[in-house]
C-alpha cells in the first residue's frame, strides 16, 4: 500500500513546474514582443505612402525652441535634417571644418543665452568636434551636437564611417541618447535642450541614424532586398526587416508637443542670502570677482550690472562677466588682483573658480572671509580642501544671487578709500604699460603700441573674439570690451583655434557689430581655411594678427629652462614669400 504522504508532494510538483514554465515562456515571448515593437504596432499606424522623413521632425523642434542658425559640414548621413531646417526658415551655415561649426554654436550659445545648434557627419565627421566639444564643456556652454551614424541594422557591422560614438561622447556631455525610431525624435531633442540649459549649462549629444532621418520609401529601398532567400530562413528574414521597418516608422507622424520644457536652474535658499548679507554688511575692505557663470540666463546683463553698480564693491571681471560695467567704469579693477586679494577682508567669488587661474585657491587670504556661489557643487569647492576654506559655499545662480544680496544690504555703502585705493595701483600699472608701448623696438611694432592703438581705436559697438597665446594675454590686460557680452575667449580651456568659429557666431548674432579677431599668429593658422566660408556667407569680420613668428609663450619659457627653442619657431609671412597672405 502506498504512503499518501510521500505521494502527494510527487503529484503537486508536475503540475506546479509546468506552471513556471509556462509562466516564464509566456514573459519571455512578451518581452521580445515588446523589444520587437508589435504591441505598439498593434495601436498605431505606420503610414508607407508619406514622403515626410526624420529631418522635418529635427527641424520643428529646432524652430520651436527659437533656434536660428545650424552650423555644419555636410554629409550624407544628415541632409536631411539640413534641408528641413532650411525650408524652416533656420539658416544653414556650412564651415569647412568640423570644428569651427561647433565653436560657432559655442559662440551663439553664449551670447543668446539660447542653445547653439551644430550637426555633422557620422565617423570622422563627429571625431573633429570633440577638441570644441570638450571646451564646450569646460566653458559650461549649452550646445547640441547632432550626430550622424549609419542605420540601426548595419550598427557594430562593420558599415561605412560606423563607430561607438555614444562611447566617445559621454565623458564630454551632459546628456547622450541615440535615436532608435522616428517617433523618439522630438521628445529626445526635447530632452536634451532642456539638459544642456538646467543645472550648470553644458553640451549634449544626439545621435541620429541615417534611417531615422529618410523618408520610409528609401529607407524601405535599402533595408528590405527585392529578392530574400527561399524557404523558412527566408520568410524569417522578410519578416524580421519588415518589422524593423515598421517600427522604425510607426507613430512618426502623430502630433507631438515640441517647444522647451521647463529648466532645472538652482537657486540660493533665503537663509543663505541672508548670512551672506550679515558677512559682507561688516566688511570694510569687500571684492567682488565675477565669472562667466554670472552672465548666464535668466537675469539679462542690464539688471546685473544694475545690481553690481548697486552694490558698490569694487571688482574684477573675467570670461564672459568682461565688459559688464562698459569702458573705464570707477567700480572695474583690471590689474594687480592678487595684491587686491590679498588686502580685501571680504572675497566674494560669484562664478569665479579656484583652479589655476586663482592659483587653485592659494592668491587668498587666509584671514578674507570668502562667499562662493557656483551652479556647480564641484568647481565651488575645487581645492577648498587644501589651500582655502569659504565662510558660505552656496549653490545657485550667480546673478539671481547678487540681486538677492543687493536687495538684503539695502543701499550700504563702503568708504570710497578702498575703492580709490585699488584704482590707485591700476593707474601705475597702467603707466607702465603706456611707457613700455613707447619704447622703440629694433624690429617690426611693438605689440604693446599696436594693441594700445587698437584700444583707442575700436568703437562702441565693436566685439571682439580673441584666440591666441602671447599676443592676447597682453591684449587682455589693455583692450577693454565695450559692453556686455562683446568679449569672447576659449575659457578655463585655453584651446587655442576657436576664433575663426566664435567670430562667425558672433557676427550673426550681432550682425551690426564690428567683429574684431585678435589672433597670435599660431593660433591663426588653425582659423585660416574658415575665410573662405565668411566669404561665402558674407559675414564680414576684421583679423589682427600679432605675427612674432613664434610660440612665443612656450619660447619665452622653454629657451631659459632648456636652452633650446625646438619647435617653437615659425615664419614671417609678407609680400613676395610666395604665399597667401591676408591683408
Known amino acids: 500500500m502506498e504512503n499518501p504522504a510521500v505521494t502527494a508532494p510527487a503529484e503537486g510538483f508536475f503540475p506546479s513546474f509546468l506552471l513556471v514554465t509556462c509562466g516564464t515562456l509566456l514573459a519571455a515571448l512578451l518581452g521580445a514582443a515588446h523589444r520587437l515593437g508589435l504591441f505598439y504596432q498593434l495601436m498605431h499606424k505606420v503610414d508607407e505612402t508619406s514622403v515626410q522623413h526624420g529631418g ?41 571644418h568640423e570644428v569651427t561649426a561647433v565653436f560657432a554654436a559655442d559662440a551663439v550659445a553664449r551670447l543668446t543665452g539660447t542653445v547653439g545648434v551644430a550637426a555633422v557627419t557620422a565617423g570622422p565627421g563627429l571625431t573633429n568636434t570633440v577638441t570644441a566639444v570638450k571646451n564646450a564643456q569646460v566653458a559650461q556652454s549649452p550646445v547640441l551636437l547632432l550626430g550622424g551614424a549609419a542605420s540601426t541594422l548595419l550598427q557594430k557591422r562593420g558599415a561605412l564611417q560606423a563607430i561607438d560614438q555614444m562611447s566617445l561622447f559621454r565623458p564630454l556631455c551632459k546628456f547622450c541618447a541615440s535615436v532608435r525610431r522616428v517617433r523618439d525624435i522630438i521628445p529626445t531633442l526635447r530632452a536634451a535642450m532642456a539638459a544642456a540649459q538646467s543645472g550648470t549649462p553644458g553640451p549634449v549629444f544626439v545621435e541620429l541614424p541615417v534611417d531615422v532621418l529618410y523618408p520610409y520609401y528609401m529607407v524601405q529601398k ?173 549653490q545657485g545662480d550667480v546673478a539671481s544671487f547678487m540681486l538677492k544680496l543687493v536687495e538684503g544690504l539695502q543701499g550700504q555703502m563702503w568708504a570710497p578709500e578702498w575703492a580709490e585705493e585699488l584704482r590707485e595701483a591700476d593707474r601705475q600699472k597702467e603707466q607702465t604699460f603706456r611707457e613700455k608701448a613707447a619704447m622703440p623696438v629694433a624690429q617690426h611694432l611693438n605689440p604693446l603700441r599696436v594693441l594700445q592703438l587698437v584700444e583707442e ?34 575659457g578655463a580651456f585655453g584651446t587655442l583655434g576657436v576664433g575663426a568659429g566664435f567670430a562667425l557666431g558672433a557676427k550673426l548674432c550681432q550682425p551690426d557689430a564690428e567683429v574684431w579677431c585678435l589672433f597670435g599668429d599660431g593660433a591663426f593658422g588653425y582659423s585660416l581655411i574658415e575665410f573662405d566660408t565668411f566669404v561665402r556667407h558674407k559675414i564680414p569680420v576684421m583679423a589682427l594678427v600679432g605675427n612674432d613668428a613664434g610660440w612665443t609663450q612656450i619660447s619665452r619659457e622653454q629657451v631659459p629652462r632648456l636652452g633650446s627653442n625646438v619647435a617653437c619657431g615659425l615664419a614671417y609671412t609678407g609680400e613676395g614669400s610666395g604665399q597667401g597672405v591676408c591683408g
Not at 459 to 483: C, E, I
Open 222 to 394: 535599402e533595408m528590405v532586398p527585392a529578392k530574400l532567400p527561399k524557404g523558412l530562413m527566408g520568410r524569417v528574414i522578410s519578416w524580421y526587416l519588415k518589422n524593423c521597418l515598421a517600427n522604425l516608422f510607426v507613430g512618426a507622424w502623430e502630433p507631438q508637443p515640441e517647444g522647451p520644457l521647463p529648466l532645472d536652474i538652482p537657486q540660493a535658499s533665503p537663509q543663505q542670502v541672508q548670512r551672506c548679507v550679515e558677512i559682507l554688511s561688516r566688511a570694510k575692505k569687500p571684492l567682488l570677482l565675477l565669472g562667466s557663470q554670472a552672465l548666464l540666463p535668466p537675469v539679462p546683463a542690464d539688471k546685473l550690472r544694475a545690481a553690481v553698480e548697486t552694490l558698490g564693491v569694487p571688482c574684477f571681471l573675467g570670461g564672459m562677466a568682461r565688459g559688464l560695467l562698459g569702458r573705464n567704469h570707477p567700480l572695474h579693477i583690471r590689474q594687480n588682483r592678487g595684491a587686491a586679494l590679498k588686502k580685501a577682508d571680504v572675497v566674494l567669488l560669484a562664478g569665479a573658480v579656484c583652479d589655476f587661474r586663482l592659483s587653485y585657491g592659494r592668491i587668498l587670504s587666509h584671514k578674507s572671509k570668502i562667499i562662493i556661489i557656483n551652479r556647480n557643487r564641484d568647481d565651488m569647492l575645487l581645492n577648498s580642501d587644501i589651500f582655502w576654506k569659504p565662510q558660505e559655499a552656496v
Open 56 to 96: 522635418e521632425n529635427v527641424a520643428a523642434v529646432l524652430r520651436a525652441h527659437g533656434v536660428r542658425f545650424i552650423f555644419t559640414l555636410v554629409g550624407g548621413h544628415i541632409s536631411p535634417l539640413l534641408v528641413a531646417c532650411e525650408k524652416l526658415g533656420i539658416r544653414v551655415v556650412d564651415t569647412r
Open 457 to 490: 581705436t575700436l568703437p562702441d559697438n565693436s566685439f571682439l573674439v580673441v584666440d591666441g597665446g602671447d599676443f592676447v594675454a597682453t591684449a587682455a590686460y589693455l583692450v577693454q570690451p565695450r559692453g556686455p557680452l562683446r568679449w569672447l575667449d576659449p
